[in-house]
Structures are given as C-alpha cells and as structure tokens.
C-alpha cells in the first residue's frame, strides 16, 4: 500500500455497510489509528480482518500531539496509516481532521475511502429538499449561545443538518422552533441503520412537543428546511422578539437581530421591541 494517511470510513451502525476499499485498506495498511480502539478491533474481527501485530493506535481528542507525531514519523518513514473514526466519514464532526491538516502540510499524501455518513443518510430520508444542504455540526450547549448560532443560520436558503445529543434534543429543537420558526418543516432521524431507527417529520414546534414529552434516545441527526421570509407573521416576529429580550439583549440588538432572521424591515421590527419592552418592563 502507499505510503501517506488513508482515511476510512466506518459503519454507523450496521456493520456490513462497509466498502470492500475500506477492508482491504484495514487488511493492508502498516499501522492502524483509530478514534475508538476496540470499535475497530470488534469490526475487523466481525469481516476476518487480521491485526497480524501491527500497531493499532488511539488517536482521539484527548490523545494529544504526541500520538500525531508518531503518526506522522511512520509516514515519513515511507509507512502507510490508515485511520478510522469511531463511526461514519472521517473528518466529518471527527477529530482526525488535525491528523489529516498535518499529514498534507508535511508532503504526504492523503486519500480517503469514502463511506457511510450520518449526516447524508438522514438527509436522504428526511422527506426534505436535497439540492442544496448545509451540515452544521453540533449546536453550543448553552441556550444563549445556541440560539445565536441558530440566528446566524437563519436566512441560509438551504436544508439545515445538525448532529445533537439526545440529552439536548428537546431543547434544540424548541430553541429552533423560537428562533427559525415554528411553522419550518423539519426531521429528527434517530439510530440510523440500527435495529431500533425511527425518522420522525413535521414542523419545528411539532417536533419540540414530541421530543419535550418522550425522551428520544441514540445517536440523533435533526434537519430544518429552508425558511420562507415572506410567510412571517406577526406572531412570529413576537415570538423571536420575546426570546432574545429573555435573553438579556437591548432593543437595539434584538431588532437588529429579528430584522435579519425574518426579512422584515428593520423600524417595523424595533418599533415592537419597543412595545414589547416595555410591557416586560424593560
């Protein structure tokens, strides 16, 4: 096998939705790098791939620049590494990413065997448009925070795709339906390709209510389709209004804010927040 970094992409939940590349790449490589050591060892032992006394390395967030070195040392000694996330695309919400920056900054070459993504299943079968997507990772933990990311990506003209733990889903969602829209289509994808995977669709404020009265467990990948400005009411633009006033902003900056989430003029929009601030007294 070549020399350089090869990327592997590994199942996200069913173990046979692995390329043929991907196994002879793990059968051939000289050292093996993983983000989970025995998730790759109980897959290669699940399709006869032999370890055969090569090096099987941990290389994770917490693993540091020292097992990078030594990776990147191997190449330069004309080896060939093969790394694998714990599950799904390598480089996709993956900490191989710096590996991968490196590996190229130093001359090597880099290739990937492509392969299973969460992000793209769910998209797929999310019953939402596909022409045009836009995958946007994790959302911040914090209510303040996640809400202005969900501001910032609120006037893209795009399917919106989130990875979200299950212990913040509901709350996601409902700080998605304040920010974005209730009334925008949307899809929680659970488990996908597992025993137990569920899609469930409608509106934003539909899926926060069900999400809010069931706990939704697993891995989880929500989407939001592309708003529509021009369908904002009233109700809306009180609702977005309310939540950034709740959140400690002046009048100001929630107009500012608003104006650009919904599309409506920016001294229609300050002039409610006035009204509205002063009602919360403000």
């Not at 791939?49 to 693993?63: E, F, I, M």
């Not at 990776?71 to 599950?87: I, Q, W």
């Not at 045009?132 to 501001?151: E, H, M, N, V, Y």
């Not at 700080?175 to 509106?203: H, I, M, S």
Request: proline content about 4%; hydrophobic content about 45%; charged content about 25%.
């Amino acid at each position: 096998m070549p020399a350089g970094l090869h990327l592997v992409a590994t199942p996200i939940g069913a173990a046979r939705d692995i390329t043929l590349r991907a196994l002879d790449i793990l059968a051939s490589a000289d050292v093996l790098a993983a983000e989970d050591t025995r998730s790759l060892r109980r897959l290669m032992e699940i399709h006869g791939v032999a370890l055969a006394g090569r090096p099987l390395v941990a290389y994770h967030d917490h693993s540091g620049e020292k097992t990078r070195a030594r990776l990147l040392a191997a190449m330069e000694e004309g080896k060939s590494v093969a790394y694998a996330p714990e599950a799904g695309t390598a480089m996709v919400s993956d900490p191989g990413f710096d590996l991968a920056r490196s590996a190229q900054a130093a001359g090597h070459a880099v290739t990937s065997a492509p392969g299973a993504s969460a992000a793209i299943t769910a998209l797929t079968l999310s019953g939402l448009p596909t022409d045009r997507f836009l995958f946007a990772g994790f959302l911040p933990a914090t209510a303040s925070k996640r809400k202005t990311a969900l501001a910032e990506l609120s006037e893209v003209p795009a399917t919106l795709v989130f990875y979200e733990s299950p212990h913040r889903i509901a709350a996601a969602l409902g700080d998605a339906a304040a920010v974005l829209g209730g009334d925008r289509p949307a899809a929680v994808c659970r488990e996908l390709t597992k025993k137990f995977q569920e899609v469930l669709t409608g509106t934003l404020s539909e899926l926060a209510t069900i999400a809010a009265e069931r706990k939704l467990k697993g891995e989880i990948v929500f989407l939001v389709g592309k708003g529509n400005s021009e369908k904002i009411n009233q109700s809306d633009t009180d609702s977005l209004l309310q939540a950034a006033l709740s959140e400690g902003q002046s009048v100001r900056d929630t107009a500012d804010q608003v104006s650009a989430q919904t599309g409506v003029k920016r001294r229609a929009v300050y002039q409610r927040a006035l009204e509205l601030a002063k009602e919360r007294g403000t």
